[in-house]
């Protein structure tokens, strides 16, 4: 059997996806919602890690799966479902990069009395009574992080986040993106060149 | 191996992207070699820092997202009760036809499900067209449109956003040049929409297009698409399809322009099933042009005026 470009999510390896897939191309709206169930948490996952902001990672939720439901019929099965919905949901999440770059507002980024912070730190430390050292450093380090996050660019970002945090494999990045495994390569590079260049001794 | 070369590569090996050969003389060279192999320990000192800033969804959120997709899909109110067991095309029939009760209350929802029923729906009937496309490099799936603009001699040059950004231009008769156009019609920007409605005006034997133009004039925030839409309609005013959204748009259209152009085409054929929205509109209407258009028609079909 075929490897799912995917790899790790899996769409082909669930026998199921491909009947959902038909099924809701026929008008059968439970399917399209048990559909949606497979990829919806990865969708979230995603857009949360790259724009940082509970309210935009829903907006990117609803558009993305807005999208699939008036497009599920131009899906011929010539791609996995996986590439195609990614395809989609890259888009709307570069567009939102590329907007914030040409704002220069850091959206996720709050100011507080002790500085700028990640606002998705302070919705962590609510929920954990850290000993005040600790947070202070990982603040620190998160802030760097966040800053040498800020120095990719969307594309370089997209392909970092699809690789690091949603485990795919550069050439199904190369298939999601449109471009070739060797370009999505250079871009992982470049992304892991400036994060280390920034970060310096932090790491 | 060299140090240079060596470094290019230790991001690849971290991810597993190495052919087992260049894995192979990597790992023989950060055995020899000191500083790469601290360059190593660096890159694996950024990765689990970057670990550490991962989030995870809360349920709450995944749950909430759910219920405002079903609810935009079926046209509910996010959170509220979702109907049992209608379907998306009934209610979108129903909100089409029959007797217009409660629209002005239901418009925000139902135009809401009608949107999203005509993509899907009108995309099934027209599916062949749509494969024919499905080897064009433009998406419309994956797509945003920016701006359509028309460059002369009937050439329409459209900048789009997908995975990167590019203009794409070609005439109207392309279908990969319509379904951007198509999919510019809905577009959240309006300057996209009227430009897209626009051009789609003359085209509305296309099913398709039609079907976006029947969404446009019923569902349309933007008083220019609708009216662009309208125009559009005029040479298929003898559809009942048509007709209902047009007796929709005389019904409860906010723009007086509109609902004067809508009872002109409405009335320019007899048409014995409208009996009962123009007797109902009669009553109430205040907009003098229109009622007055509606009487006469009414007159006409030897239909009573007054109320009963």
């Given amino acids: ?203 | 191996m060299t140090c240079e070369s060596a470094l290019a590569l230790i991001p690849l090996y971290h991810y597993g992207e190495l052919t087992p050969e260049r894995e192979d003389s990597l790992e023989a060279h950060l055995h020899e070699c000191g500083s790469c192999s601290q360059a190593m320990d660096r890159q694996r000192a950024l990765a689990r820092a970057l670990d550490r800033r991962e989030l995870q969804p809360p349920s709450l959120l995944v749950e909430d997202c759910r219920a405002d997709l079903m609810a935009a899909i079926q046209g509910g109110a996010a959170g509220g009760a979702r109907p049992p067991s209608k379907g998306l095309w009934t209610l979108f029939l129903e909100a089409l036809g029959g007797t217009f009760a409660g629209m002005g209350r239901m418009r925000q929802p139902l135009a809401a499900a009608a949107l999203v029923g005509l993509g899907f729906f009108g995309a099934r009937l027209t599916g062949t067209k749509a494969a024919a496309n499905a080897g064009n490099a433009v998406q419309p799936a994956y797509t945003t449109v920016r701006s359509i603009s028309t460059t002369g001699a009937g050439r329409v040059e459209i900048a789009v956003d997908d995975t990167s950004r590019r203009v794409v231009s070609g005439g109207l008769d392309d279908p990969a040049i319509q379904q951007l156009v198509l999919a510019g019609s809905r577009e959240d920007n309006p300057a996209v929409r009227v430009e897209s409605v626009d051009l789609l005006k003359g085209r509305a034997a296309s099913g398709e297009v039609r079907d976006a133009l029947l969404n446009a004039l019923a569902h349309d925030a933007n008083p220019a698409v609708r009216m662009k839409a309208l125009e559009g309609l005029k040479a298929l005013a003898g559809d009942a399809q048509v007709r209902q959204v047009l007796a929709q748009a005389l019904i409860k259209d906010d723009n007086d322009v509109i609902r004067m152009q809508a009872v002109d085409l409405l009335v320019a054929q007899r048409d014995d099933s409208m009996v009962g929205v123009l007797q109902n509109l009669v009553q109430h209407e205040d907009n003098n042009y229109v009622r007055l258009k509606v009487a006469k028609a009414l007159k006409e079909m030897n239909a009573s005026v007054g109320t009963f």
Wanted: net charge neutral; proline share 3%.
């Fill in chain 1, 1 to 203: 059997m075929p490897q799912d470009a995917a790899g790790t999510v899996g769409a082909r390896m669930n026998p199921q996806v491909d009947s959902l897939i038909r099924a809701a191309q026929r008008g059968d709206q439970d399917a399209f919602e048990q559909l949606v169930r497979v990829y919806d948490q990865s969708v979230l996952r995603l857009a949360m890690n790259l724009l940082r902001s509970p309210e935009d990672a829903r907006d990117v939720y609803q558009e993305a799966f807005l999208r699939v439901y008036r497009n599920l019929q131009t899906f011929r099965f010539d791609c996995s479902f996986h590439t195609w919905l990614y395809r989609i949901v890259t888009n709307i999440c570069l567009d939102q990069l590329r907007k914030r770059k040409v704002r220069k507002e850091e959206a996720a980024v709050v100011e507080t009395s002790e500085g700028p912070v990640d606002r998705m730190d302070l919705f962590e430390e609510e929920h954990a009574a850290a000993d005040p050292e600790r947070v202070t450093w990982n603040r620190q380090l998160g802030n760097r992080i966040e800053s040498a996050l800020g120095g990719l660019t969307p594309r370089e970002r997209m392909v970092f986040e699809l690789r690091h945090y949603q485990g795919l494999r550069l050439r199904a990045i190369g298939d999601i993106l449109g471009t070739t495994e060797e370009a999505a390569k250079n871009c992982l590079f470049r992304a892991t060149q400036k994060m280390r260049g920034v970060l310096g001794d932090f790491v």
